[in-house]
């Protein structure tokens, strides 16, 4: 479930017709935000302001537990341990996951493949690493998950033990900041995005493996950005 770390509501929703991203705040009055929100994810990544971000401070070890299709993503839960901090917080990785194509654009671009790190910390606040992935070489990353991956939702498969997602992630972390929400009902907003400016690839066989996967596009249209400042 993107940018979510347990199961939410029961009401079903999707990215396509009756159930789809225009109709969610329709679909259960715990999915209001999704229309009332100010500050909604995904945006279109550009107007930047110049800020002294601080780099993040990553500390991953292996612990990619298992990987489920829920039937909106393909989801890898991750073992306690991993974290990143940010603003001088330590925000636990909870799990990640994937949309084809990327929810956000940076600079009006929209990529094939985007994953989400969903991070936690203590008091619940959330954390998302974005990466976005674009044509070009194998992900070495890619290649252990998809050979794992269910295409079947509501399937689940355990992976090896061994996997860090720091394998998943360029090696430059310089990163667009900016508030938002999470890109699935119910919308909920106070979520701190750091998408990484670097673009990581991924081949066309595995973009098109997860779509597949997927069978229909699992985006969330753009929100406006509204007052908020994007920084980096």
Not at 40 to 53: K, M, R, T
Not at 116 to 122: E, M, R, Y
Not at 207 to 222: C, E, S, V, Y
Request: aromatic share 8%; hydrophobic share 35%.
């Amino acid at each position: 479930m993107a940018c979510s770390t347990s199961a939410l509501a029961q009401t079903q929703w999707g990215y396509e017709g009756e159930a789809g991203p225009s109709n969610w705040s329709k679909l259960d009055p715990k999915f209001m935000m999704c229309t009332l929100g100010k500050n909604q994810s995904p945006i279109d990544i550009s107007g930047f302001v110049e800020a002294d971000l601080k780099p993040l401070k990553f500390t991953y070890a292996a612990g990619a537990s298992d990987i489920v299709n829920n039937g909106h993503t393909v989801q890898v839960n991750y073992a306690p341990g991993s974290s990143v901090t940010v603003d001088g917080r330590q925000f636990e990785l909870k799990q990640f996951h994937f949309h084809s194509p990327s929810e956000n654009k940076i600079d009006g671009k929209q990529y094939p493949l985007e994953g989400h790190l969903v991070h936690a910390d203590k008091d619940g606040n959330l954390a998302v690493v974005a990466v976005m992935f674009q044509e070009g070489a194998p992900s070495a990353a890619l290649t252990k998950l998809w050979e794992k991956m269910p295409t079947k939702s509501g399937d689940k498969n355990s992976l090896p033990t061994g996997m860090s997602v720091a394998q998943l992630l360029p090696a430059e972390r310089d990163y667009y900041r900016f508030d938002g929400s999470l890109t699935t009902p119910p919308c909920s907003e106070g979520v701190r995005w750091l998408v990484l400016k670097k673009v990581a690839t991924a081949s066309k066989a595995q973009i098109d493996l997860f779509a597949k996967t997927m069978g229909h596009p699992n985006n969330r249209p753009l929100n406006p950005v509204n007052a908020r400042a994007v920084l980096k």
